[in-house]
């Protein structure tokens, strides 16, 4: 009876440590799952829009997570946002956040949706170059040698 | 053993309910204890109409949003400029807006930040929301070296990350956009509300698009740009005085030709901006020359555009 209860205790413990965890939620399109908490740092897998992080902890800009795989790393603070409790979402003021989450998730807004119909009215309006501009992009590898060329960021000479 | 069993759980779903609507409570606090009785009702309304009053604000536009309604920004100011095709100049700024966007507020952002050159005379520069940045070929020919152009590259982004496009935005327009996103609990809207969503939608392009070509940001907004774009670039490293090496030209162009439209219109006063930037660089600090390798590689690109 008493090996039961302790069960049951650690049981309760464990359950109540469980909501308590912060989760975060990816508002960006894609964002990497880093090794360390640095953009050049190795990275474990790629997350997308609306996927779910266990928040660890963090430093400086950083979040600690474990990704819903069980992978941990670090995601960038401006590609996440906070992600309270559903029962949270109750109360005004400050969790107006959980809202927000809800209409992002549903895709509700201005979205691709909207954009289609406003092309419709003006097909006068060229997107190609908005696409194109879009697959500008620089790999990460670039931007490293961009910055150790010119002596920036980490490679930045002592003053 | 078997009624042991199902007595742990009991208690564990006990508890799980118990600990759960504790959360809730201690999260509610006096808000709850003020509503007394009416609480049952209240909150059945609040969990269906949380997002009803949720949105108020431009803050309040997801990442999403403001995406989809920086494409079309975009997509107007190309209406009313032609894109200056250069491949190598244009993965050169690209590269360099990506690299000092690491270093910025927001570094990450929806869909990315990224950079076309317009081929006009006029020296302008605009951000639309979203990561969508646009600088003349004129203003590249302004720029003395690849310091100057971080730091207005900085300032635009700058203009980003603060959501200085979407602010624009009516907020009448946005009020009406929230509350008839709000009203509907479907997971897509209705086809007659994708109508009335896409006018409030072509109305916020408006604000913005006059915003951005037409009035220019007010004074404060420059400012703080220009204050976000110091910080900026001070942590990648570049020279605080680029941005204020850009300005000067600026400055002296402006005296030289007094009808110049884009920057000069739509921003305020050079001089007065590189007055207020001075006494943000700290006057000890030293006039450090770019290292070669820097000056080498702008030089090099500088000759497309020249």
Known sequence: ?159 | MRAGFYYLILVLVIFLTVSLVSCAVVEKGAEVLEQGGKISTQDKELITKTSQAARTTFRDLSEEEEYYIGRSVAALILARYKVWNNSAATNYVNLLTQAVALFSDRPEIYAGYHVLILDSEEVNAMAAPGGFIFITRGLLKTCPDEDALAGVLAHEIAHISARHGLQAIKKSRLIEAFKLLAVETAERLAPEKVGQLTELFEGALDDIVVQLVERGYDRQAEMEADSLALNTVNRAGYTPQGLIHFLEKLAEKETKESTLKGWFSTHPKPQDRVEKLKTQVASGAAQASPPKTRTARFQKIASSWK
């Open chain 1, 1 to 159: 009876m008493e090996r039961k209860f302790l069960l049951l205790s650690m049981l309760l413990f464990a359950v109540l440590s469980l909501s308590k965890t912060e989760v975060v939620v990816v508002k960006v399109q894609t964002t990497a799952l880093r090794a360390e908490p640095r953009f050049f740092a190795a990275v474990k897998l790629m997350l997308k829009t609306g996927d779910q992080l266990e928040k660890l902890g963090g430093q400086e800009g950083w979040f600690q997570v474990k990704a819903a795989s069980g992978a941990t790393g670090w995601v960038h603070s401006s590609a996440v946002e906070p992600r309270p409790t559903q029962l949270a979402a109750l109360t005004k003021g400050p969790q107006t956040k959980a809202a927000m989450s809800e209409v992002a998730l549903a895709s509700k807004g201005f979205n691709r949706q909207v954009e289609a119909k406003y092309r419709e009215k003006h097909p006068e309006l060229d997107y190609a170059w908005v696409d194109k501009m879009l697959g500008l992009q620089a790999s990460a590898e670039a931007i490293r040698k961009f910055l150790e060329e010119g002596k920036l960021g980490e490679w930045k000479e002592a003053k």
